[in-house]
């Protein structure tokens, strides 16, 4: 098992696009890292410096002691797993996981050994190692994808959004199969996806990637509760952070001329972004309101109610409640939240107060 660390990395591509803007990040042995963000915020191209497929512009990847940055991807012991799977098509399951540890020179018995080994790890039938992967559902044939990345035996395992292929259902239990299997190898790993439900249950810790730099990096408990900016606060979390404007006066937040709500002693006076979670918004009596919302759009999901409205003053605010609520759409509702849930923000640096 291998630490892996990246030291200021930074990557310009060749027509000139700086695509990494200087990436500090320090993954411990076994660790389950996930880099998550929007799609073009340079995920993909982060992963693939740390595999060697890409060259490092500036900064340094290390894997185990070794600074890796100048070495060929077969000398650096990672494994990686992408989106399609990348089979070949006219070799059988077994061939597709045994060809890597051949063209390395592995003894023929220890090839079997390593092939069975994952196969039973997988789940994956005597039948089915006979088969093409064309024969073979979406699922298995990530498995087998995983397989000739165990087979590897690796010290660190890159994966690519390997689900994005597979139907909701399907992804579900596979991010349970990948983390299950990944704790029992306990094989340091860096996994891309830009699912955030995906990043939340699987990682143990979080880097929120935008236009090529580190946002936050965190365990996923940290990054919901204490989100650094407002993008990381925004991204994190479903359905999404409310956004309200208000004034710091004070010490004390103002949002659509309601009572000031409490805020960090320190706050400068000016304007703010005060972050709400939907799931934070509780109804209340009247008299203990905060904000005073307007619905208009009610959402029943089942377990959860979706509700959307609007201030006051206009601002739009959405709340998740369990079960059916009382009221419809029309009703004025009576809205608060524990101090310790509300965020507030530098509208003009989008960092924490
Ligand atoms: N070879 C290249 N030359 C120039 N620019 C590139 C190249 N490859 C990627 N880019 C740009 O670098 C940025 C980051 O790309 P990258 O593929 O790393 O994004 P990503 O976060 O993986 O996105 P996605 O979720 O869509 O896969 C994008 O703006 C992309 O257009
Ligand atoms: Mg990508």
Redesign the pocket.
């Known amino acids: 098992m291998a630490r892996v660390e990246l030291n200021g990395v930074r990557k310009t ?3 000139g ?1 700086q ?1 990494i803007h200087g990436i500090d990040v320090n993954i411990a042995d076994g660790e389950f890292i996930v880099l998550v ?1 929007p ?7 982060l992963l693939r410096m740390v595999a060697g497929l890409e060259t490092v512009t500036d900064g340094e990847i290390s894997i185990g002691e070794r600074v890796v940055n100048q070495l060929e991807p077969a000398d650096r012991d990672i494994a990686m797993v992408f989106q399609n799977y990348a089979l070949y098509p006219h070799m059988t399951v077994y061939n597709n996981m045994a060809y890597g540890l051949r063209n390395r020179g592995t003894p023929k018995d220890e090839i079997e050994k390593r092939v069975r080994k994952a196969a039973d790890i997988l789940e994956l039938s005597e039948d089915q190692l006979a088969r093409k992967p064309r024969q073979l559902s979406g699922g298995q044939r990530q498995r087998v994808a995983m397989g000739r990345a165990i087979v590897r035996e690796p010290e660190v395992f890159l994966f690519d ?1 390997p689900l994005s292929n597979l139907d909701a259902k399907l992804r579900v239990q596979m991010r349970l199969e990948i983390k299950r299997l990944q704790r029992s190898l306990g094989t340091t790993s860096i996994y ?1 996806t ?1 699912d955030q439900v995906e990043a939340m249950t699987m990682a143990d810790r979080l880097v929120v990637m935008n236009g090529g730099r580190a946002e936050q990096i965190g365990t996923p408990m940290e990054v919901y509760e204490r989100p650094a900016t407002v993008f990381v606060a925004g991204f994190i979390g479903s359905p999404a952070m409310n956004f309200l404007e208000g004034r710091a006066e004070g010490g004390k937040v103002v949002v659509n001329g309601a009572a000031g709500l409490a805020a960090p002693a320190d706050i400068p006076d000016g304007p703010v972004l005060v972050g709400l979670r939907p799931e934070h918004l509780a109804v209340v009596d009247g008299g203990a309101a905060m904000l005073e919302l307007a619905a208009e759009a009610v959402e029943p999901l089942g377990a959860d109610t979706l509700v959307h409205g609007r201030l006051g003053d206009g601002q739009l605010v959405t709340i998740r409640l369990s079960g059916t609520p009382t009221f419809g759409e029309g009703d004025r509702i009576a809205l608060a939240a524990e101090a310790a849930n509300l965020h507030f923000f530098d509208p003009e640096t989008g960092r924490r107060i």
Not at 39 to 45: P, V
């Open positions: 591509y060749p027509n696009f695509a963000g799609s073009g915020c340079g995920k993909s191209t959004e891309v830009h």
